[in-house]
């Protein structure tokens, strides 16, 4: 997975309401293939706090206790999130097919 694409998923977990601060920003445009495009676009129908999750878990690489901290939150409140993210972004990938 390509570093470029990695921060494009982590800037777009962390989009937050106007005066909130922000984990990371990407300034650059970011160029995606189609897999990519359809990963973002069904990352963004996620809750915000799911896709935080996965971000920080699976493309970030942060362990349990990390994303508990970074998000303050308990760790089984990152495994429920973890996981209600992943079934959720699988069913909107298969109904893309």
């Known amino acids: 997975m ?7 998923v982590a800037a777009l977990a962390f989009e937050v309401a106007p005066g909130q601060h922000r984990l990371l920003r990407v300034e650059a445009p970011v160029p995606l293939d189609d897999d990519q495009r359809a990963l973002v676009a069904a990352l963004k129908e996620l809750p915000t706090r ?3 999750a996965l971000v920080l878990r699976h493309w970030l690489g942060l362990r349990e206790a990390e994303i508990a901290a970074a998000m303050g ?3 089984g409140a990152v ?3 973890t996981s209600r993210g992943m079934a959720a972004l699988t069913r909107v990938l298969e109904e893309r097919r």
């Open 2 to 8: 390509s570093g470029v694409f990695v921060a494009a």
């Open 50 to 52: 799911q896709r935080e």
């Open 73 to 75: 939150i308990s760790c």
């Open 79 to 81: 495994k429920s999130h």
